[in-house]
Nanobody
Framework: QLQASGGGLVQAGGSLRLSCVGA????????TGWFRQAPGKDREFVAA????????YYADSMKGRFTISRDNAKNTVYLQMNNLKQEDTAVYYC?????????????????WGQGTQVTVSS
């Protein structure tokens, strides 16, 4: 129902753009978020965007480097990641929730994509 793509291997300081394509029932009216999980660590919130695009939310460590956007005509949410650091290495997941007030809490998301690996080398 959600499919994430765009991960890969990039050098530190480089950029990647992740995409999350959703089916209509997991996309229309939903808040879409990105989370990531590094080996041995808990899943953490990265960014989220409201369905209309007017609300964009970021984890503090991503502000200024990551940009979330969406194209509802294409049922797609993007995560542009610039100035990548080695600590950004993780599997990145997109997810959808109808609860805007809980956008940073993974357990409030109903639908999840399969994840895409991002590896940042030195």
């Amino acid at each position: 129902q959600l499919q994430a793509s765009g991960g890969g291997l990039v050098q530190a300081g480089g950029s990647l753009r992740l995409s999350c394509v959703g089916a209509g029932r997991t996309f229309r009216g939903y808040i879409t978020g990105w989370f990531r999980q590094a080996p041995g660590k808990d899943r953490e919130f990265v960014a989220a965007i409201s369905y209309g695009g007017g609300g964009r939310y970021y984890a503090d460590s991503m502000k200024g480097r990551f940009t979330i956007s969406r194209d509802n005509a294409k049922n797609t949410v993007y995560l542009q990641m610039n100035n990548l650091k080695q600590e950004d290495t993780a599997v990145y997941y997109c997810a959808a929730t109808s609860n805007l007030s809980r956008y940073a809490e993974s357990n409030w998301y109903n639908y999840w994509g399969q994840g895409t690996q991002v590896t940042v080398s030195s």
